[in-house]
Each structure stands twice: as C-alpha cells, then as structure tokens.
C-alpha cells in the first residue's frame, strides 16, 4: 500500500518518496512486525488453545498446559503490517492466501481435541502446496538456474508444478518435525528468511549483481524479500517469549506457515537447490525423520518386521533385518536422538545447531553460485 501511495504522499511532502524504496520498505516492514508481535502476542494468549505434551518424546510434558498455536496469532497480527509495506500483484497475494490457509489448518489441528492423521494432514498440505506453485508459476513456463550447470533452464509447467509441489511439501513438513525444543525451528527458521531476502534484494532483484554471478536476475526478488523479511520480523517478537522456558508455541500453525515460505523463497530465488543452502539443519533434523518414517513403511509393506526394539521380544529383535535395525537406532527428529542419547540439553541443541547451520549457509551458496 505504501508503495503505491508513495508518488502521491511525495506531492505533499518530499521524504514521503522515500516510501517507494524497497530497502525502506523492508526495513520498515521487519521492525514493525517485530514491535507488533512483542507487544500484542501475549494478549491472545488466554484464546489460544493448550498444548497436551507429548509423551514419548523426552521433556515433553513440560509443553503441556502453555498456549499453543500461536502461529495463527502471529500471522493474523503481521497481515495489516503485510499488506502495508510489501507491493504484491495478484499472483502474490495467491501465494500469500496459500501461505495462510497453511497456517489456518495447522491451527485447526493444534485445536482439535484429537490429532488429525498423517494421511489427512498430508493431503491438506499436498494441495495447498500444488495451488502455491501454480502462482508462484503464474501459469507458464518457468525460469530456474541449477548448480554446477551455468545457463539457465526453462522448465515446463507440466514439469514444473510436480516438482514445486514436492519441494513445498518437503519444506512445509520437515519445518514442522524441527519444532520440538523451545526456540529451535523459530531460531533456524529466523536464519533462513533473513538468508533468503538478503538473497532476493541483493542479488536476484538486483540486475547487476545477477548477472555478475550469471544468475536470472527477477525484478520481483525484492518484494518478495520484503514479505519474507516482514515475517521474519514477527518471527522475531515471537520468538523473545519462546525463549527457553518457552511460555508460548507457535504449533502447526507457525512451523507449517514457516516450512512453506522458506520453499516460496527458493522458487521465487530460481533454484529448488536453495533450501538446502539455507535451511541445511532443519532440513536434516526433520527431513531425515519424514525419509525413515516412509522407509519402514515400505519395508513393513514387502513383509518385513519394523517392530521398535523397546517394544519387541529379544528373539523378534534378534531376526530383524540389519537395515531395520539402523532405521531403529537413531532417533528422529535428529534433536530427540541428540536430547535422549547423546544427553545434550535443550540449550545445546539450539546452540549447536545454530551454530552448524551459521557456518554451512554461506559455505554452501559460495559452493552453490561460484561452482557453476
């Protein structure tokens, strides 16, 4: 809005130009998400439904009782700060509504006084993320640049929207498995949007750096980065009362939200690659879990014995095939294994894993932009 009015405000004062600069723009929009959350989330808190605790997960019954869902209060209070300073044409603002009814059904989930299935859930999240690409691909063929491969590829809609699908989906739900220790997938999350808008205004909406590095170069990176820097704000005054002893959670609502517009940062960036450069841990934390999830399935499926160790007899375990048997003996989400086995505390998770993804992030897009 600001940036539409910003020619007419000028006329009546000369610094109102000012409001037509993206960098402004993105500045203004990640402080004031940021102040409006810190100020205003506690105030939803008496509304918001109470977590249940998670029983086989160690410390879980700690989370029990403290507001959860807190995802669809943060986006509610950043959408007037949304649609103030990010200048978005009607396929953004499609992106934008996908990225909210992403948030809507991970609260409805959070409220439900049973869990939904995977299978329902999946779906959901499969269908929103397909209606996502669509936009994002503005229903044509699409431009992407790829590592190591120096000229740019021009993928087909048809191929294009499976392929986009898949890699939203993916982000959506390993961003989801992340988040099981207080500050953990807020914090890594955090690195990843603030990564991804630096990335979009300095280097794919600005013409001359894209083609210094022989990336194409999209005229839109920089508003889109003013979305995601805008909701990295809000993210921001969230996470100073998810702080460990956390005293709200954000739930399916944010972790879901969150997921999903770290894999819009990636496509709108040109290259799929970019989740892994950006959210390398979370990525591996959660997606690793979602990859053994989908593996004992299919071994049960061609006859196989997947019975956990705890639960089963010593001969059972004993018959097990080897590869069950190292499925089984590392604990995912990868935080839990560290939690529960290598006896990290809740602090040294966060710490440790900020500090390995810090370093991977600009190690992997030297590698991702130079190697090509």
């Known amino acids: 809005m600001l940036y ?18 993206h960098l402004i723009l993105l500045a203004v929009g990640t402080l004031l998400a940021g102040l409006v959350v810190h100020r ?3 105030l939803t808190w008496g509304r918001l439904p109470q977590d249940k605790g998670k029983k086989l997960v160690k410390d879980g019954q700690r989370s029990a009782g403290k507001p959860t869902g807190a995802g669809l209060a943060i986006g509610l209070l950043i959408l007037p700060v949304i649609l103030l300073v990010t200048p978005l044409d009607a396929w953004g603002y499609g ?47 699409v431009t992407i640049w790829l590592p190591v491969y120096k000229n740019a590829i021009i ?11 898949a890699v939203l989906w993916f982000t959506t739900n390993a961003t989801n498995c992340s988040d099981g220790v207080d500050g953990l997938a807020g914090t890594l999350t955090l690195f990843s949007l603030f990564a991804m808008g630096a ?44 702080a460990e002893p956390s005293r709200v959670l954000m739930g399916d609502a944010g972790s879901r939200l969150l997921g999903l517009l770290v894999g819009v ?39 196989f014995d997947t019975t956990p160790p705890h639960t089963a007899t010593p001969e059972q375990a004993a018959d097990q095939h080897v590869l069950v048997k190292m499925l089984h003996s590392v604990r995912f989400p990868l935080h839990d294994h560290c939690r529960r086995n290598l006896h990290w505390s809740n602090a040294q998770v966060l710490m440790r894993f900020a500090l390995i993804q810090s370093f991977l992030t600009p190690l992997l897009f030297v590698l991702l932009v130079k190697i090509r």
């Open 40 to 42: 205003y989330l506690p």
């Open 199 to 242: 990335l979009l205004y300095g280097v794919i909406g600005y013409r001359p750096m894209a083609e210094y590095l022989l990336i194409p170069h999209n005229p839109d990176g920089a508003r889109w980065a003013i979305l995601i820097s805008t909701v990295a704000g809000g993210l921001a005054g969230y996470l100073w009362y998810n």
């Open 4 to 21: 539409w009015m910003s020619n007419l405000l000028s006329g009546l004062w000369g610094p109102f130009r000012l409001l037509g600069s």
């Open 265 to 303: 940062a990636a496509l709108t960036a040109g290259n799929p690659f970019l989740i892994i450069v950006v959210s390398p841990v979370v990525l591996v934390n959660g997606g690793t879990g979602l990859l053994k999830l989908i593996l004992l399935r299919l071994l049960k499926r061609i006859g």
């Open 95 to 141: 992106v934008l509504l996908c990225l909210y009814l992403c948030m809507a059904f991970g609260y409805l989930d959070d409220a439900s006084a049973t869990p939904w299935g995977e299978l329902r859930k999946g779906m959901i999240d499969l269908l929103v993320a397909l209606a996502a690409a669509f936009c994002l691909s503005q229903g044509r063929d």
């Open 155 to 165: 993928v087909p809609l048809a191929l294009y929207l499976p392929l986009a699908t």
